[in-house]
């Protein structure tokens, strides 16, 4: 028994939160966890989760007109905004009673307040107004979404924190931002009948993957009807009558639309939670800065997922949640490889990524090798879709190793989780010529590559 009331407090029931907390109680630690606003955090709550149910909705929108091809005739079908929040609204309570239920049974106390850290060893909880002393603490505070504060009228606009729960669906919707959640809302809207325009700072689109993938996304926007304007910032926004609201850009242009939606990024949620004066360290941009095995700069204090500002995904803060357990509650130091993790965006087609993109390879390798394929994908030969798939494959030619490999197309994600296995075991470009095609599948094209891909220079 030590002195304090517990051995562990973690701040932040999310999904790094959450596993570190219940791997410890797992352990024998007396754990509590504080919530300020729902048991899930981000992810469950107003992230992942939600998103994906909103992106099955709005890929219906293409499939009744793509039906038509194969012989079916969906007249008439109408799309009720109410029903979709009212439904996904009752997945969402499913979910955060399944991780209250979970955190119980793992004998771990829920705190339902906002709670800062007081001292090394005491956390405040603020709805209770009353303290308590741990011997570890763990910040799982994730990340919030930000808005350009130096633009005029900014909060006429929302962010996704609101956008889950909108009363009417819009008709005209303005996305800010070029990255992930810029992207799948824009093609969210857009599958959902929405007039959608995408303005973005920069030249490329998703600028940190492949540039194959910027391009072909950005083309695949503009092919469902998404006006994308890029190099374009916001100047001002001015409300007009009702819902409407007029966005002044750099290019001089305007545009008028009901909905304005923020998806310029997330900081780390660190705002007010007494760390500075604890002694904890943060980075510029408030993240907490900690050393491999998530310990902070004071002895006692840790901090996994969004908030550390390391790689902002649900997967990553829970290796972060069971390192820090296994670490500090079984005697088992653990860290986390960062290495080859897969990644998706939710776009329409979607977009799976592992590894190094083309720019980044060249920089680190010697030589590489590319292979890439793009093709019209065999359900749009009735579908009459447009869309394409691209797939492409980066191989360090010194020792033949798969080093990066990147798809834009249907199931993208489903199949860059399997060949993530594959690449972080070591596979070479030959293993995946010896794999046999299972065919007819859009996966095969990544079995018969063969020919190196040579830029028209
Ligand atoms: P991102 O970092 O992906 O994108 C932010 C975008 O906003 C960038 O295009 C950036 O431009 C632009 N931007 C930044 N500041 C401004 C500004 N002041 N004015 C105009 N544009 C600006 O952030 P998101 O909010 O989309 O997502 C946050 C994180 O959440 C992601 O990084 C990801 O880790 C995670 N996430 C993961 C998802 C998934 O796994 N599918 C889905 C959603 C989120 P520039 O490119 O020039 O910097």
């Known amino acids: 028994m030590t002195k304090y009331d517990y051995d562990l407090f973690t701040i932040g029931a999310g999904s790094g939160g959450v596993r570190a907390a219940r791997v410890a109680a797992g352990y024998g630690a007396r754990v509590g966890i504080a919530e300020e606003f729902r048991v899930g955090g981000t992810c469950v709550i107003r992230g992942c989760v939600p998103k994906k149910l909103f992106v099955y909705a709005s890929e219906f929108g293409h499939g009744f007109r793509e039906a038509r091809g194969f012989g079916w ?29 979970n955190l119980k049974n793992s004998g771990v106390d829920i705190v339902d307040s906002r709670a800062t850290v007081k001292d090394q060893h005491t956390v405040h909880l603020v709805k209770e107004n009353r303290d308590i002393t741990a011997d570890k603490i763990l910040i799982a505070t994730g990340g919030a979404p930000f808005i350009d504060q130096n633009v005029p009228g900014h909060d006429l606009g929302i962010t996704s924190n609101d956008v889950f729960h909108l009363e009417k669906m819009p008709h005209h919707v303005v996305v800010v931002g070029g990255g992930y959640i810029a992207i799948e809302f824009a093609c969210i809207f857009r599958g959902l009948g929405c007039e959608v325009c995408l303005v973005y700072r920069g030249e490329d689109i998703l ?83 900690v050393d491999e095995y998530s310990k902070s700069s004071v002895d006692n204090i840790y901090a996994v997922g969004d908030v550390t500002d390391r790689v902002a995904l649900t997967p990553v803060a829970i290796r972060e949640g069971s390192a820090f357990a296994e670490t500090c509650f079984n005697d088992n130091p653990t860290d986390v490889d960062y290495r080859f993790i897969p990644k998706a965006v939710f776009s329409q087609p979607p977009v799976g990524t592992v590894g190094y993109a083309e720019h980044e390879a060249r920089k680190k390798f010697k030589a590489v090798d590319i292979y890439k394929s793009d093709f019209r994908p065999m359900k749009n030969t009735l579908s009459g879709s447009e869309a394409r798939t691209l797939m492409k494959i980066v191989v360090n030619a ?8 990147h798809i834009v197309g249907h199931d993208a994600a489903e199949m860059i989780q399997c060949i993530a296995i594959a690449i972080k075991a070591g596979v070479t470009k030959k293993q995946f010529d010896d794999t046999v095609a299972l065919h007819p599948t859009a996966a095969e094209e990544l079995v018969t590559m063969r020919e190196k891909y040579k830029p028209n220079v």
């Open 73 to 101: 005739s969906a007249d008439n079908v109408r799309f009720d905004w109410s029903k979709l929040i009212e439904n996904k609204d009752d997945e969402i309570d499913r979910l955060n009673g399944v991780y209250i239920r």
């Open 207 to 289: 600028r940190y993957f492949d540039r194959d993938i910027s391009v072909q996304v950005h083309e695949e926007l503009k092919r469902q009807g998404v006006r994308v304007i890029t190099q374009t910032t916001l100047e001002k926004i001015e409300p007009l009558n009702g819902e409407e609201k007029r966005i002044h850009l750099s290019n001089g242009n305007h545009i008028d639309a009901d909905l304005i939606f923020w998806a310029v990024g997330r900081n780390p949620a660190t705002k007010d939670l007494g760390l500075e004066k604890a002694g904890v360290e943060l980075t510029k941009n408030g993240a907490v800065m």
């Open 398 to 405: 010194e020792n033949d190793q798969v080093v990066g490999c």
